[in-house]
């Protein structure tokens, strides 16, 4: 599992950004890659799936 933060999300769109605490990379998230409510800020434990634009981070759940 990795660990981040919730950069953006938007709800009425249903995706947002998750910052990777260790690698500071950004992972894309739709609203069917959460487990919990995410809000900008959270921080949250995800796991990485390759989507059609790159990784994309899943099973997120807030920590």
């Known amino acids: ?13 249903g995706f947002g950004f998750i910052i990777d605490d260790e690698s500071g990379k950004e992972y894309f998230v739709h ?18 799936q390759e989507g059609k634009k790159g990784l994309n981070a899943v099973n997120v759940k807030v920590s």
Do not use: A
């Open 1 to 13: 599992m990795n660990k981040g933060k919730v950069k953006f999300f938007n709800e009425s769109k």
């Open 31 to 48: 609203i069917s890659g959460l487990i919990d409510e995410v809000r900008e800020n959270d921080e949250v434990s995800f796991e990485l």
